[in-house]
């Protein structure tokens, strides 16, 4: 009976969950349901949380210590990817390409890595091995597998344990993978054959892909905020060239009060603080480990959850599988952050483009980072900032796109899921994009500090500091305001400012205009009449940039 059974059931092609099934799969719906496309960049984590997979099961005792270790070399081997399929991120070797440089296999390389003292976590990440160009580290390392070579030492080189896979063979799995998660397994069963079927006992994918995730989202959110501080930085550097130049602030985009160049800055400085202080509040709240979770009730293994969670950096277990498996708050969080972070460089983006036009003229915009017209050849464009400001609308439509995707869904794991990937993949991506620009741009950008002086010196922007004068002259507010009204007006009307009207003429409009009026009005004054905590009085710009400074230093 089993034998008839087991004839018309339909050749498996290496799935995952095939044993129920006659049919084969549409061929088209197939292909259509696949993640693997975009799934494969979270090889390394896949692989980083398989292996702690590896030792927690192994710890309950369904691998010896001789198949956990093969196990775990098995996955780094899967983890050493062809380089064109490789995540990309600087820094970071690939282990495939420095072993064919060396003559030797990624295997030896990381036993040989693993024996230096000076080798440490800042090494690695998940499988990959990070080391600059000139880590001595690197250095020494060549010169081993070339005395290695030299010596002809056959035993170092052999590995013939593992039957190396071949670029045909990886690209048959990778044609086939349903997911990241059927891809290794695929991979991992040509490296070391059946116990790499042992590999699943006691989980799920649907722990898998949650974890994968929280381990990408946790690496963005660090990258995001190293970035965020360059940029941060780099307006602090402008903001101390600046020193006590001033400018218009706007309110309804008509001149206001004049400010420092300075505390214009570090308005941006204090969104960029909050922006990290939002990721660092969701990377908090994120850094809990699902593995044990199973599919939805539970690990049916009696497995310690801790060993999973302490090797991959998460502060403890998730606390319950119905949510573990299915809560994605954490990418809802982390595309939130970065659609809010992308509308403070949105506004930055439009601000330096309108300041860059003839009518304001505050500054020039840098030639590396503009383009000309192909029809009018008198144009510098400001191409990006004009992408900036497009960038995050993408932004805001990833985070549209995770809430409406999580609103309706039951508990526990739904295919939709799958869907949430992609936008945050291309949240990290549109933002290391930006922030690998915007500091050098930040930093390029030359003001015209006498055209924003000017700017903020005409147009009686002092007339609040002349109201001020006067109340200080025990003329109640009120009263102050309408009578400086009416000496701009007489300003306006004979085309005057403020404090080229002679004494004489203020003292028919009221008897409270003193002699020490046109000093109290100066441009200066103007700013250091503003002494309050986030104030623009020069005194407490240099305290808050100094201040500024010292925080974003010291948490980079
Ligand atoms: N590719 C799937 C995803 O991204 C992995 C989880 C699959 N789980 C399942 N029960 N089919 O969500």
Request: aromatic share 6%.
């Amino acid at each position: 009976m089993s034998e008839q059974q087991t004839k018309t059931k339909p050749a498996d092609g290496g799935k995952m969950w095939s044993g129920r099934f006659r049919e084969p799969l549409d061929a088209v719906f197939e292909q259509w349901q696949r993640s693997f496309p975009f799934d494969v960049r979270l090889l390394p984590q896949e692989v980083a949380a398989s292996k702690a997979h590896a030792r927690t099961i192994a710890a309950a005792g369904v691998l010896t210590d001789a198949e956990l270790e093969r196990m775990i070399e098995g996955l780094d081997q899967v983890g050493d990817i062809a380089p064109e399929f490789a995540p990309v991120e600087p820094g970071f070797v690939n282990p495939r390409l420095l072993a064919a440089e060396l003559g030797t296999t990624p295997r030896f390389i990381r036993r040989w890595l693993g024996r230096q003292p000076e080798f440490s976590e800042i090494h690695v990440k998940h499988t990959r091995i990070a080391l600059a160009k000139d880590d001595p580290l690197l250095l020494r390392m060549k010169n081993h597998f070339a005395i290695q070579a030299n010596l002809n030492l056959d035993g170092e080189d052999a590995c013939e344990e593992f039957p190396t896979t071949t670029e045909a063979d990886l690209a048959a799995s990778m044609a086939r993978a349903e997911d990241i998660h059927h891809f290794v397994e695929l991979q991992l069963t040509r490296m070391i054959g059946p116990l790499a079927l042992k590999l699943h006992t006691g989980r799920s994918r649907n722990e898998q892909i949650a974890t994968d995730m929280r381990l990408f989202v946790r690496e963005a959110i660090d990258a995001t905020a190293k970035g965020l501080r360059r940029w941060a930085l780099a307006l602090i550097e402008l903001a101390e060239q600046a020193g006590d130049a001033a400018m218009p602030s706007y309110t309804h985009m008509q001149r206001a009060e004049p400010v420092l160049v300075a505390h214009w800055l570090l308005a941006y400085v204090a969104m960029i603080e909050r922006d990290i202080a939002r990721l660092a509040d969701a990377r908090r709240r994120m850094n809990y480990c699902p593995l044990g979770s199973g599919a939805v009730a539970g690990a049916t293994l009696a497995l310690d959850r801790s060993i999973a969670a302490r090797e991959l950096g998460f502060d403890s277990p998730t606390a319950n599988s119905l949510d573990a498996t299915s809560d994605r708050d954490f990418l809802l969080e982390f595309t939130q952050a970065l659609a809010t972070l992308g509308v403070h460089i949105s506004r930055f983006a439009e601000e330096i483009t309108l300041y860059s036009t003839a009518e304001f003229g505050y500054l020039d915009l840098p030639e590396a980072f503009s383009t000309g017209s192909s029809a009018m050849p008198q144009k510098k464009n400001p191409d990006f900032t004009e992408l900036l400001r497009g960038k995050s609308a993408r932004l805001a439509g990833a985070a549209t796109t995770l809430a409406v995707l999580m609103k309706g869904l039951p508990l526990a794991y739904n295919k939709d899921l799958q869907e949430g990937q992609e936008p945050v993949f291309d949240t990290a991506d549109t933002v290391r994009g930006i922030l690998g620009i915007l500091p050098a741009f930040t930093r390029s950008l030359k003001f015209n500090l006498e055209r924003m002086r000017t700017a903020a010196t005409t147009g009686y922007l002092n007339a609040m500091a002349a109201a001020t004068y006067l109340s200080n002259q025990g003329v109640p507010f009120r009263k102050a305001h309408e009578i400086v009204g009416n000496t701009v007006r007489l300003g306006l009307e004979s085309g005057r400012e403020l404090d080229a009207i002679p004494l004489a003429e203020l003292q028919g409009l009221s008897s409270a205009y003193g002699e020490d009026f046109r000093a109290a009005i100066a441009l200066e004054a103007t700013l250091d009449c503003h002494d309050v905590i986030g104030g623009t009085a020069r005194a407490r710009v240099r305290t808050a940039l100094a201040e500024a400074r010292e925080r974003l230093s010291s948490g980079a």
